[in-house]
């Protein structure tokens, strides 16, 4: 049996936060040691979370009080898991490593430097070595590790086996993501009743940049350097609570049959699933071949593990050398929390967390 | 000053018929006469419809009573609206046809006969002369002309000034669209809130096919057959009420300028235009350059003549060959009941409703 | 250990049938054995069934036929579980009864016959005598027990105390329902996007009606005949998926500490409770002092048998003689199919389904 | 004719602003001339602005500068029309009134000082008066005179014809509100998707004192103090955009007929009328017998001046002495901006703007 790892969790009442707490309470050896906060510090968790997920809070968490996000505070903590907001998790999370602590962020201040992992275990796993890297160069203790944008990791689950095994031309992203992904109070409700709210350049360019490092660390099967691999993306929020869904319109170099692109995905694993990590799920895609699914409502917390597998459908040929589909990631689950986890997971069978 | 012709509007308590009262209250010649109706026969207008538009029922028309749909009983009516929904539709009009009214139909079950019309005025206005044709293979003294499908005029109208003027290569759509376009009680709430509704292969194809007729009705200045372009479509119910949103992605077959595109867009004009049809707006295309537009909300009423022109903006290259923008459409007004006013306009212009 | 019930579910795809399915996966001695449906016989339930709750379909139940609603066909069940709509359940219910089935229903068509009880086991358990009676009356070796409305039992259980033991004068009540109320498709999106859907004067007569049967069935401590309780309901649906919010205010023939009623409801519990039947939690008043709750989203799953408590708050003094309470109820759990199990779980305790 | 009046709009960008925007566009003699705002200072007006409302920026409007809130900047300005928002309304409301500035307040901060008048013209106008004993008590040139809380509006236009001509004993008010009450960004959407979000006893408060205030001031036809009604509300917000709406039960110290309350509603009329105010609709309160109205979508902008009458419907007899209605209001309009326009008009009729 594995040394129980003890987590503090930042921004704990927050939409990411409570994903944590939920997915960590029955989790065989990482365990909710600390919940720091900001506005609430010293109630408990239980009064002041708005629990917007599914279940309920678990009891041995609702009676912890909230703490401050403090370093010096933690002595009893190995872990800490970072889902603060742009600008503030920065300095904070550095602070953290400098600290010793292991830090695996689902923030983006860190997203793009060079010795910090951008990590989803099944597609670029390799990447941990930076770790060593980092800690070389920046003399830390502890590290920080990242999880990539939710809606980043809604095209790169399902676009990895097609880019591992196909010489991929353009890629030409739609989304309509959940509100949730801007956190709380996040969207305002007269931007989003009777309207979709367009999320404009900045946000397309993000996501696309995200989607641009991790594949170029993915490795592949085809003989193609990947450099010139187009990626657009137009980006929206829409009146629902979890879950954001894409069309994606990939084109191809060469003739594809979108049946070989069906198997690649069906057959799509990682390390994770090689590892058998306990937040895994075996199916790290899930293909609907109903014509009206993938739904958000539906589909957002599908599979064995809920909301850790992306559910794609609506696959089809569009002409030779293209192909079209809809994903639908759960943002706050596999889109944060549960890929912070996965990722803790996986530096744990790596050694990276002893 | 014209001749004021006489209408009947059937379907007129539905969601498409409520438009052509509206903007036929103030209609410089054209007279709403006849409001043909089926489950509220012999109730005035005013108590039974369901007014989900702008503005108040016209009080000319609020006491008019409603009418069985019989061309029997319309001695005084010169043409006739059609925006049944599809299957009750086709051998309604057919009759009509057959008893010498002019039919402008909004429904499906004609938009692929070879010898009817389906027209854009501004993209196809030579396909009127189909009716000459249709008129003498039936023998009918009346004739049918269609409108397209809402969300393919969404998709039409930005796209006719680029097919028109540069090689186009594919076009992928997605499409946002509004509840209202699957008439009342059409979409169901359980399917839209917190959801989105895929609407599914055979939806994606009805819109491509009716692109695909009216592109292939367009007159080019670019030496390319057009016969080759790839089309493809995902369409979706979002829970907006009117206005349909899409996202188009266009690549051609040689490296394009997007000034360039812009600038075909923004001259965009076609015969409405010359005419100055009184439901033409002098620009059929509205460019917005601001990040965050169109909105659905703040948008779909855009424009001179409120619904008729196409809202189009996040304009951008994409790569060499490559260009995305947002359509966003008033589907029940440019989308259906202003374009069979629009159509109905060009006719007279033209001499086909004399 | 109890003999094994086997159960057929009639309407078992829809809204309140998914609610047997979900809530009889684990119960310790009721079993689904017959899944009854009308468009999609013979086909999967997984396959066909709109999963409009928490969790998965039970992969016990997934692959179970579809079959006819026909008594014939159900040699091995001994109840019926009917959440048929209004109109259709009437005959269908009685040529099931009269086949000797115990028939549990929470539809509406045998709500006010005064053999059939209409039991919330904890307000009338003695009602359940009426079989007796009502098998005889009828010759019919199986019997109907029917719950009431949804929104009738979310004024219901938190009125019982109060009604028990103070003298109500008057009970007005204001309702916003989830849209999962009418069924599906049910509540067009057109009535509620941007909208409150009126129920109008029917639809509030019959919540009172019921409300007044079921208190008239009510032991009082109080020393008043209860017959001259006004009673009046204003009903509405707004866009909310799941669970009917009311806000009830309560006046009163004397003076009453609100403080006294708040105990009342505390303390309330009946027959499920004190017989710690399966289904039963342990508070069917979930009492919350916090100033914006019961919220829909965040308390209609309260409990530990999710969604069998009403959660009361808000809950306040008016004036000497009036006070004011929200009420919230899961509308498709305890407000129809939890209250069908539990009432069955109630008649498996006192005889009447051996 | 009359002299143009030059008005200021302080916070114009806001949602009560634009209300102030539309409604003088076309105005007799109330003309914008400054448009104060706080963020987008020295821009274009109709660059900046969110036009959440019916119809577009006006033209004249649209190329308006945005200039900051300084007494000072506004030599030719006559009155200063503030929707600021609590708070930060109080301190600039009395620099203006001491700078000799006239202000129509829709703010709460000054809602409750005996010597400002709380003013709905049609029910308390002899309060108007109080100006006096301000501009003496405070020394100001100028003055101050408020509207109340949209909400409140909509209680009081209704309750007015009741409260003057009956006992009334209780009022018990649920409240549906609209989303834009809150302003821009406002109410959360993680808030009221799938919710309905509890306002909480504050606002309840706030809500019943102000209706307290004005109905104290209400001239009564009956022969009682009315200091000892009493009133309760329990408020919230829905997912609409615009339009109060409001169930109302109103007991009676003696039985009351219902017809007699409907024509009492439908005769009452106040001073605006009288003098025949441009922005007076003929009819204070609309009613409607139809079942299932009013709606928020469909009636909200109801009236010959849209917006400015409140549509009653659901009245009924309760019991001998009781009623129910149903109340909309539009709250940026009548229940805001329009309410500070009528009161304005009051104003110039009664010699207070010279």
Redesign the interface.
């Known amino acids: 049996m594995r040394r129980v790892l003890k987590a503090a969790i930042l921004g704990s009442t927050g939409?990411v936060g409570i994903e944590y707490v939920r997915m960590l309470a029955n989790h065989p050896y990482i365990k909710v040691a600390y919940l720091a906060g900001k506005g609430s510090v010293g109630k408990p968790y239980g009064e002041v979370v708005?629990?917007?997920t599914?279940g309920?809070i678990p009891k041995e968490v609702a009676n912890m009080e909230i703490k401050p996000t403090d370093p010096k505070l933690m002595d009893d903590v190995d872990l800490v898991f970072s889902p603060l907001p742009a600008g503030a998790a920065g300095p904070v999370e550095e602070e953290f490593a400098k600290h010793g602590f292991k830090v695996i962020s689902d923030s983006p201040d860190h997203r793009f430097e060079p010795d910090i992992p951008l990590l989803i275990p099944e597609i670029n796993p390799h990447t941990i070595t930076l770790i060593d890297e980092q800690r070389k160069k920046r003399d830390w203790k502890g590290f920080i590790v990242t999880t990539p944008l939710c809606a980043a990791q809604g095209v790169l689950l399902p676009l990895a086996p097609i880019y591992q095994n196909f010489k991929v031309d353009?890629v030409?992203i739609?989304t309509?993501q959940a509100?949730?992904g801007e956190g709380?109070?996040?969207?305002?409700?007269?931007?989003?009743?009777?309207?979709?709210?367009?999320?404009?350049?900045?946000y397309d360019n993000k996501l696309i940049k995200e989607v641009h490092r991790v594949l170029s660390e993915t490795k592949r099967n085809v003989n193609d350097s990947g450099n010139d691999v187009?990626l657009?993306a137009?980006t929206?929020r829409?009146?629902?609570?979890h879950g954001h869904?894409e069309?994606i319109?990939v084109?191809f170099k060469e003739d594809v049959n979108v049946e070989k692109v069906r198997e690649a995905m069906d057959n799509f694993k990682g390390e994770p699933q090689n590892l058998k990590l306990p937040t895994a799920p075996s199916k790290p895609i899930i293909l609907t071949n109903e014509?009206?699914?993938?739904?958000?409502?539906?589909d957002r917390?599908?599979g064995e593990i809920?909301g850790m597998s992306v559910v794609v459908?609506?696959l089809?040929q569009?002409?030779r050398r293209?192909i079209?589909f809809?994903s639908l990631i759960h943002n706050t689950v596999r889109g944060a929390a549960g890929g912070g986890i996965l990722a803790t997971e996986f530096l744990v069978e790596k050694g990276y967390m002893d």
């Open positions: 939409l708005r629990w917007q599914i309920q353009s030409f739609t309509m509100v949730s709380y109070p996040g969207v305002a409700s007269l931007d989003i009743i009777d309207n979709i709210k367009v999320l404009g350049e900045n187009t657009s137009t929206h829409v009146a629902t609570i869904y069309i319109y084109t014509d009206s699914r993938p739904q958000v409502y539906f917390w599908a809920p459908g609506r089809s569009v002409n293209a079209r809809a």
